[in-house]
């Protein structure tokens, strides 16, 4: 598994994301163990982005759950195509068929809407099942969602119970917005997503702008970290990072000494809301770009 | 499905049953478990099997791996690497120091009288231990020594007035029981539609389902009770002299309750009106605790709530009422700004919420009236007025607040 770790990071490397060891071990541990894998951090710090980049990187398919409040078994797993089974129905009144075969005509897979959770359990080569934001859904859903990432088969009871044909690698992520269920945890590995410190958001930097000066990504890395030390309602994240960078690099700019006032306009790749614009006046950005650059 | 693989460490030792290292990764789930840490024997058995994968000499490798299985949230990820070195590498705090220190977690686990080692025994347990236990139980904390001082040892913690909690182990078994009553709460406040025959609103899902099977006739109707959006919670929490005894662990209350609600506010006030929020989501209770220590320094003079409430009116209100907003009053009613100000300030505020509840300590005491002025004043717009000067008066709201 140890050399899989390092695959697992060079892997990623290659799409743009840069893993820490620990994270490769991570996902290395959910491959070998068959075990779903819980991300947690703030948001922004690249855990969905792992899913994808995974996918990417290893050409397994992606298939994403978003959770969201009210979030049920009919849009998560499956439901049946009710319109077409009654239309199929009128159809078959006339048919001369008996009562039997009309049902399983009814009941067949044909008018069985299949749902993230039921697809990823269906297909001949393991995808990458990432269940996004799981604290936006109940604990109700969590119930469904445990006894599938247990035993990786659904009972459709006027079908049958498929079981897995591959089992999927699991991805979690959570926001932390409210407390997961201990059943959920004890059921996941885990792993705390933290945002990178400064030498890998320099590294991420480059990745996605191989042209850039070392120089420039390294003050704007320095000056969006400092910016996550203010206390602010939304803290940017690498996605903010990188687009911040992106602007920059459009506008032409090689130093953030340069031009403060051109600088403080496009903040607004940082800055979210409203009360953050605010906070952050000019003179304190000139008081971090004073210290960064 | 993959079956567990059985995981080959060669063979034991002359003299013992198991190969080493898992007897000691078995100690050092049992050390984790002692320190809040789920971990049960999956999670040992997972880790076993991450350690097969990789070299177990190399200590980083195991450090990663058994982080990974053994943690379940981030207050587990932070403490790991402490216990793992002080386990491992034989460095920081003493072993011995780490497994009794440990068991005076908020988990407390007892043992069991019988002289067995700890089998963690689950809280429900706990709590019944304690109610048929009487003398006892509450006096023998898991570090062997009986405390007496401030609430009687054989009264149920739960009935105990939270003013006369002084040591800290008691209030760390009330908190505990908090978090139980916090979840139920929670629960309540958040349910799904229910079936319900006689319901206004037509299931059209079940319906069509069900039609099926009677030729694509919708014969049975199926109804539903109209789904309740889910409440938005907000809580105020007086904070000054008189509320002194009962605001520390309120807010230790609130703090659980906000770990259950994905949106739910909270601001304190004594003087002038504060969010704190952003403070409350603080996983940390130490650390949050001493966050808010900071915001109340200072904060002297009488307690002011109908100003309190016009600072949230003006400029809190129309960011964090929804149309479901539940408000929640933690305060004894003592007030030293105009009653009539109060009542405005009241009115305002029903107008946007839901409902009112407000817990008044002083209704545990037996033959209080609200007469004080201000209590007097905000009564009318009041819909839930109840006791909270211990958990059971909590425990009580429970069903209260499923009703509105």
């Known amino acids: 598994m140890m050399q899989r770790q390092e695959q697992i990071q060079q892997q990623l490397d290659a799409v743009g994301y840069v893993a820490a060891p620990q994270l490769a071990m991570a996902i290395a541990m959910m491959d070998q163990l068959q075990r779903p894998l819980l991300l947690e951090g703030d948001a922004g710090v690249g855990k969905t982005q792992v899913a994808k980049s995974l996918s990417e990187a290893t050409g397994r398919r992606l298939i994403r759950l978003q959770c969201y409040e009210g979030l049920d078994s009919s849009n998560a797993i499956y439901e049946w195509n009710y319109q077409r089974q009654i239309l199929a129905i009128k159809l078959l009144e006339s048919a001369d068929m008996d009562m039997a075969d009309k049902e399983s005509h009814i009941f067949d897979d044909e008018f069985l809407l299949k749902r993230p959770l039921l697809e990823a359990i269906m297909l001949d080569e393991p995808p990458i099942?990432?269940?996004?934001?799981?604290?936006?859904?109940?604990?109700?859903?969590?119930?469904?969602?445990?006894?599938?990432?247990?035993?990786?088969?659904?009972?459709?009871?006027?079908?049958?119970?498929?079981?897995?044909?591959?089992?999927?690698?699991?991805?979690?992520?959570?926001?932390?917005?409210?407390?997961?269920?201990?059943?959920?945890?004890?059921?996941?590995?885990?792993?705390?997503l933290d945002y990178p410190g400064e030498s890998t958001e320099i590294r991420i930097v480059l990745a996605h702008y191989p042209d850039i000066e070392i120089a420039l990504a390294s003050q704007i890395v320095r000056f969006v970290q400092a910016v996550r030390r203010e206390d602010l309602q939304k803290n940017p994240g690498v996605a903010e990072t990188l687009d911040w960078a992106g602007a920059l690099i459009g506008l032409d700019i090689k130093d953030i000494n340069h031009d403060l006032e051109l600088l403080h306009q496009t903040l607004m790749c940082l800055l979210k809301t409203r009360a953050d614009h605010e906070a952050m006046a000019p003179e304190i950005i000139e008081r971090i770009v004073g210290k960064v650059a | 499905m993959a079956n567990p693989t059985v995981v080959d460490f060669g063979q034991p030792a002359r003299g013992e049953t198991e190969p080493r290292i898992v007897t000691r990764v078995s100690r050092f789930a049992r050390v984790l478990r002692d320190n809040g840490f789920l971990v049960g024997l999956q999670e040992t058995s997972d880790a076993l099997q991450g350690?097969?994968?990789?070299?177990?000499?190399?200590?980083?490798?195991?450090?990663?791996?058994?982080?990974?299985?053994?943690?379940?949230?981030?207050?587990?990820?932070?403490?790991?690497?402490?216990?793992?070195?002080?386990?491992?590498?034989?460095?920081?705090?003493?072993?011995?120091?780490?497994?009794?220190?440990?068991?005076?977690?908020?988990?407390?686990?007892?043992?069991?009288?019988?002289?067995?080692?700890?089998?963690?025994?689950?809280?429900?347990?706990?709590?019944?231990?304690?109610?048929?236990?009487?003398?006892?139980?509450?006096?023998?904390?898991?570090?062997?020594e009986g405390r007496h001082a401030g609430a009687s040892a054989a009264e149920n913690i739960a009935d105990v007035d939270i003013a006369r909690i002084v040591e800290p182990e008691r209030?760390?078994?009330?908190?505990?029981?908090?978090?139980?009553?916090?979840?139920?709460?929670?629960?309540?406040?958040?349910?799904?539609?229910?079936?319900?025959?006689?319901?206004r609103q037509i299931d059209i899902r079940r319906t069509l389902h069900s039609s099926v099977s009677t030729g694509g006739t919708p014969i049975r109707l199926f109804r539903r009770r109209r789904r309740k959006k889910p409440f938005k919670l907000v809580i105020f929490l007086d904070v000054s002299g008189s509320m002194?005894?009962?605001?520390?662990?309120?807010?230790?209350?609130?703090?659980?309750?906000?770990?259950?609600?994905?949106?739910?506010?909270?601001?304190i006030f004594h003087t002038r009106l504060v969010e704190v929020s952003t403070v409350l989501k603080?996983?940390?209770?130490?650390?949050?605790?001493?966050?808010?220590?900071?915001?109340?320094?200072?904060?002297?003079?009488?307690?002011?709530?109908?100003?309190?409430?016009?600072?949230?009116?003006?400029?809190?209100?129309?960011r964090v009422m929804t149309s479901r907003t539940l408000v929640m009053i933690v305060s004894d009613g003592f007030d030293t700004g105009a009653p009539e100000k109060l009542a405005g300030e009241m009115a305002r505020l029903q107008r946007r919420a839901k409902r009112i509840i407000w817990l008044n300590p002083l209704l545990g005491s037996q033959g209080y009236e609200p007469r004080s002025a201000g209590m007097a004043a905000a009564l009318p717009y009041i819909d839930l007025f109840a006791p909270a000067h211990n958990l059971s008066s909590l425990a009580a709201l429970e069903p209260e607040l499923a009703r509105i």
């Open chain 2, 282 to 318: 603080e996983r940390n209770p130490e650390k949050m605790m001493e966050r808010l220590a900071l915001i109340v320094q200072g904060w002297s003079g009488g307690t002011r709530i109908g100003e309190s409430l016009a600072i949230f009116n003006r400029d809190h209100a129309r």
């Open chain 2, 171 to 199: 209030m760390d078994e009330l908190v505990d029981l908090a978090e139980r009553l916090a979840a139920r709460i929670r629960f309540r406040l958040s349910r799904r539609r229910r079936l319900d025959r006689r319901g």
């Open chain 2, 51 to 144: 350690l097969a994968g990789i070299d177990i000499l190399d200590k980083r490798e195991m450090r990663c791996v058994l982080r990974c299985a053994l943690s379940s949230n981030k207050r587990d990820w932070v403490k790991f690497d402490k216990l793992f070195d002080a386990y491992w590498l034989g460095r920081g705090a003493r072993r011995s120091r780490i497994a009794s220190s440990g068991a005076m977690q908020t988990r407390t686990r007892e043992r069991d009288s019988g002289g067995q080692t700890s089998r963690p025994s689950s809280p429900i347990e706990d709590y019944l231990k304690r109610i048929k236990g009487g003398g006892n139980d509450g006096a023998e904390t898991a570090s062997g």
């Open chain 1, 129 to 192: 099942l990432l269940i996004d934001e799981i604290d936006r859904a109940d604990e109700e859903f969590e119930a469904f969602l445990l006894e599938i990432l247990s035993d990786f088969q659904i009972t459709i009871p006027e079908l049958r119970t498929i079981k897995a044909k591959s089992i999927p690698s699991v991805i979690l992520t959570s926001n932390g917005t409210r407390e997961l269920s201990d059943a959920l945890r004890r059921r996941c590995l885990y792993h705390h």
């Open chain 2, 244 to 267: 002194d005894q009962y605001s520390r662990f309120f807010m230790r209350f609130i703090h659980l309750l906000l770990g259950a609600f994905r949106s739910a506010d909270a601001f």
